[in-house]
């Protein structure tokens, strides 16, 4: 069993930056597929980003948002860069033992509580 714990949401202004933690507990992440996904209000759960051996980013997101990870911290970091407005949501990580297609959200097995970004204008 994996627990996911998403933190460094808040409130920034357009063209702001924010950096999303997700920590893991109960296994290593080092081998899971993490994907980040977000939510806005009244809008389907869309995908953001995710990283194994290789990096995937949403097209709404390419060039302002990066994942990285440290393995000895058990954590998966999302940089966003120059925020939007439209980026306002709740961001979830999740963790998948086998995902292939990395913007299915059923394809993870654990998924974190969520944390709030708004971005202001």
């Known amino acids: 069993q994996v627990q996911l714990v998403e933190s460094g949401g808040g409130l920034v202004q357009a063209g702001g930056s924010l950096r999303l933690s997700c920590a893991a507990s109960?296994?290593?992440?080092?081998?899971?597929?993490v994907g980040w996904f977000r939510q806005a209000p009244g809008k389907e759960r869309e995908f953001v980003a995710a990283?194994?051996?290789?990096?995937y980013f949403a097209d709404s997101v390419k060039g302002r948002f990066t994942i990285s990870r440290d393995n000895a911290k058990n954590t998966v970091y999302l940089q966003m860069n120059s925020l939007k407005p439209e980026d306002t949501a709740v961001y979830y990580c999740?963790?998948?033992?086998?995902?292939?297609?990395?913007?299915?959200?059923?394809?993870?097995?654990?998924w974190g509580q969520g944390t709030q970004v708004t971005v202001s204008s």
């Open positions: 999740a963790g998948g033992r086998t995902t292939v297609q990395v913007w299915v959200g059923t394809e993870y097995d654990y």
């Open positions: 109960g296994r290593t992440l080092s081998s899971y597929m």
């Open positions: 990283i194994r051996r290789s990096v």
